[in-house]
């Protein structure tokens, strides 16, 4: 009963909260080792491995995520650019130009040639990896203030995972070279992308 709670709980997980085996483990009533465990032999998978792959081929709903309408250009604090100063930030808004997307539009693709850095001013997006065996791992859920490509810029380095708008997308585009360039000449800024950087490490591994 309590694996089938946690499989319900998972069916209807909101991306926009945080998520642990063990909150899913308290909800459910269990400790996290018996979860994980009896999860994966009734089921086949760990939990986030489930829930992971039910998220990254999920279309976005606006209905069953009301909590991922956003206005434009609403500040997100967990952002890259809320952990900017603020002259650094007007520098960074400089470079590259906007470009809309519709909804299911392709912003990077895993293994390809990195086109440049994308700011994300207006909507969401998600962040999905492909594993050697098949598996698409979601990654992560990237909105206002969120930039992607910064790795694949700094490193020189394919594009690492597939990045989709999961709704009509405002961003601004700016080449790998600019960037780079920004980064050189505002250290204040170069260790906020890593600080930024190794939080999204940490959470995706979650």
Known sequence: AAVGFAHRELDGFDPAK???VETLARSAGMSRSAL??????LVGET?????D????????DAERMPHLA???GEPRPTGFTGLLAASDLGELLRLGHDRRYPRGATLMLQGARPSG???????WSKVVASTEDGRDVLLAVVGVGDVTGHWEAVTGTPCA???TTLEPCCVRAMTAVAFVTFLEAHPRATLELL???????VRADR
Request: charged share 20%; aromatic share 14%.
């Open 195 to 201: 600080r930024y950087t190794l939080t999204g490490f």
């Open 36 to 41: 994980a465990a009896r999860f994966h032999r």
């Open 47 to 51: 939990p986030k491995q489930y829930r």
């Open 18 to 20: 945080a998520w642990t």
């Open 53 to 60: 792959r039910h998220l990254a081929a999920a279309p976005y």
């Open 70 to 72: 956003q206005k434009p």
């Open 117 to 123: 850095v994308v700011l994300h001013l207006e909507g």
């Open 161 to 163: 995972a597939t990045v």
